[in-house]
């Protein structure tokens, strides 16, 4: 009779329950990340409007000296293919240069949504609860995937229409919806990455790290081909941006390169879907090996684990920095003998690299490049004084600081720590573009001036960290505020000349103190002022951390 | 006593926002003694803790923990104490060994032995790396790490929480070693069984404030028995006894039974009264202290006349034990 009962009790699972709940989960996300995904969409709509007017306002001369540039193997890493280069409008400018930094901006946005919506919420087992609910198993990721889609398809649209809108109607539409629709189409090759690589790693952390990976491989695939051959060699035709690149678009626009992405993109998500119904929940498919079972002599401060913890980021941040410069330096000398010819008539050249004079030049160039490279260490110190917080909400600061452990002495090590790796990789960066530049017979400007570079530009690094650690120090919730000064530094350094910006709003930026030449005597004032304020920020950063609660969840 | 009570908290009030956490709450762990620290969720007994641990700022109020200001001196009287926490995170590339032998270290040095039989009555595999340790297992990362220091006070969180039977003996058994070696511990917990095994005194809040605070006897005074008996003639009278709460009867082989629950300072009148009925059968159960903390956490034991949040109804629990006035 029980029996009888019990058999219908139990309903069979039908073949759609692995999405189930799927509709639901991309309404959530959507609201939840309502804000975020609204700061990415007007970043880079403004960023194809804002490249569209300021290259409009160049003028045609300024543009063909552009060209010039963008045919040096610099220009071709930083910028494409080339195609269209002999009639450098616009939109042939846009798309030559643009397409490589919107599908990083675009990359790093779609890696970081689908690790944020299916690793990192594994990791926090919140989506435990989530899938204790009537959810599929593919519905997060499915769900994340749609909501990547829907945000990729807004921005194209939205920013085809602005190009459109902001050229006066001068840049064809059809032309720009195949320049936005094939970058967000590039980028989201890098999230089914993600979707991939957050199958094989247990960590949110290491998945994000495959994905920009990825995008690493495919510029340097894409950079290697493109200097072997104008228009692109077979090597370009297997990175991601170089799909994007090869449509053409503002110079004889072919549409069929962006099957190649969708057809990555579909082969990498039923890859993806395979490896997740092979997996446990929460687990990866490496497993994580045993390790040993005391702790290291080592390991007795906080010092020495806030090292441990940061090591293997520094160690692969160190290295691809290194192999980048160096690699920037023994491209050098070509890159300024075709550059000093270009800036002859070109004005903007001339104000962004101070003149004609080749030496003159020369040094403008250098700066320039010593601003990316400081740009890239002060990010890696922001995000690495993320670290702290992380600890913080986590409950591991709380367990420390219940010890004989000061919150000068926890904090100051983090600090000591992300400090000194910041430093480090400064002299990485600037050292080896020197060691690149010597190898190729460059041996001006010497160690001496690039020695200077580095400690001026090391001072003006640690405002940045003072800056972010003091943000978290006393307002937390406010704390990657700090990236709008780096963006605010990047602007003003790059185009502050152009734009003729006051004295006042260009002094915000710490590295507008430095010297402007590459390898300039700095001013002792200057200096001096610098690293009081990096003092005074660092200071004020351990006095507050001293004073408030401590935050956990 | 004369000595300086190890944990020492005295109108202390702390506050998030529009959250009253802490209102003043008092709270006294003496030298040597085990304080049970209870109360329902969100009672502030976490926030208690992190103020005692110099983690969080009072608003106003004292917070000592041997005499020292618990914000002030905290470095200095971190040495004396270990605590965990109820829901521990480890670092994620260190194993657990490691991680123990870290926060040994920061305290002073490591005794492997202690180490290594604490390991194994826990059955903890060292070697594995933080994530793939179960939610107990992490518990127990931080309970090692803890037992095997040698520390005046140990304040513990929930620190139970996801460890099977098996593992909470062991637990049980350290707390009695280390109370017995004159360590003071203060116990959060929701466990009851737990509290009732190793502690001397209990503290419940409620609302950020102390509702009863006691010795587990005393508290038990304070508390209801169950009565069942058989008597042959009519039990009525027995209702109207001060006292004398849920007062049912049935019939029964001989008489009538009758059931009822007394508050343990009535029970005397109400067995003579029972005695003059003709009493075949009796039996008292001992008042449980689920049954306390019922009525302190929730207002859900039945019978209890008022449903008024905590204070008042501890004030009103409070006078009925101990006067019996109806
Ligand atoms: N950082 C915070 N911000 C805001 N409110 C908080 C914060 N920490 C605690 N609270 C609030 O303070 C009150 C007390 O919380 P607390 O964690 O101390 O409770 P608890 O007694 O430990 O509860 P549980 O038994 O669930 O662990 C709760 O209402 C809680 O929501
Ligand atoms: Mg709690």
Known sequence: MTAVALAPAVPRPSFGSTLSGTGRLVRFMLRRDRVRLSVWTLSVVAFYAYFAVALDAMGPEALAGRALVMETPAGIVMGGPGYGIDNYTVGVAIANEGITWVVLALGIMSVLHVVRHTRAEEESSRSELVRAAPVGRHAPAVAAVITLFVVNAVIAVVSALALYGASGEAMPLADSFGLTVGSGLAAMVFGAVAVVACQITEHGRGATGIGLAAYGLALVLRSAGDIQERHGSLLSWFSPIGWAQQMRAFVDLRWWPTALSVVAILVLLVLGAFLASRRDFGGGLVATRGGRADAPASLRSPLALAWRQQRSAFGWTALGMALMWYASGTLLPEILEMGVSGAEDNEMFQAVFGGTDPAVFRDGFLSAMMLFAALACAAYAIVMSGRAKAEETAGRAEVLLALAVSRSRWFGAHLVVVGLSTVVLMAVSVYAMWAGAVQVGMDEPGLAAYTDVFWTYSVALLVYLGLAAALYAWVPRFASAVWLLLVYSFVVGMFGAVFDLPEGAEAISPLNWLPAGFGEAPETASMVGLGAVAAVLLGLALLGFRWRDLQSS | ?326
């Open chain 2, 1 to 326: 006593m004369t000595a300086t009570p190890a944990i020492e908290i005295h109108d202390l009030r702390k506050s998030f926002g529009r959250v009253q956490a802490l209102d003043g709450l008092d709270l006294t762990v003496q030298p040597g003694e085990v304080a049970g620290f209870l109360g329902p969720n969100g009672a502030g007994k976490s926030t208690a803790i992190r103020v005692l641990l110099g983690l969080l700022r009072a608003d106003s109020g004292t917070a000592r923990l041997f005499g020292g200001d618990a914000w002030r001196d905290a470095v200095e009287l971190h040495r004396r104490l270990a605590y965990v926490p109820g829901d521990v995170s480890l670092w994620p590339n260190l194993t657990g060994g490691e991680a123990i032998d870290f926060l040994g270290r920061l305290r002073g040095t490591v005794d492997k032995r202690r180490k290594a039989d604490l390991l194994e009555r826990f059955e903890l595999d060292p070697t594995k790396k933080a994530r793939t340790y179960s939610k107990g297992n992490r518990q127990k990362v931080a309970l090692v790490a803890a037992f095997s220091m040698d520390v005046d006070l140990l304040i513990l969180d929930e620190p139970t929480s996801g460890l099977d039977p098996l593992m909470e003996a062991v637990f049980t058994e350290y707390v009695r070693e280390a109370a017995a070696a004159g360590t003071s511990v203060l116990l959060s917990s929701h466990i009851l069984h737990e509290v009732e095994k190793v502690c001397d005194t209990v503290t419940i809040i409620r609302n950020g404030t102390s509702v009863e605070s006691g010795t587990l006897d005393e508290l038990r005074h304070l508390t209801r028995s169950n009565v069942t008996a058989v008597v042959s003639d009519d039990p009525s009278g027995v209702r109207g006894l001060a006292g004398v709460h849920n007062f049912a009867t049935a019939p029964a082989d001989g008489g009538t039974r009758v059931t009822f629950d007394i508050d343990n300072a009535q029970v005397g009148p109400a067995m003579s009264q029972l005695t003059a009925l003709g009493l075949h059968s009796l039996t008292a159960a001992p008042p449980s202290l689920e049954e306390l903390f019922m009525r302190h956490y929730g207002d859900v034991l039945p019978g209890a006349e008022s449903a008024d949040d905590g204070a008042d109804d501890t004030a009103s629990a409070a006078a009925q034990g101990t006067a019996g006035a109806r």
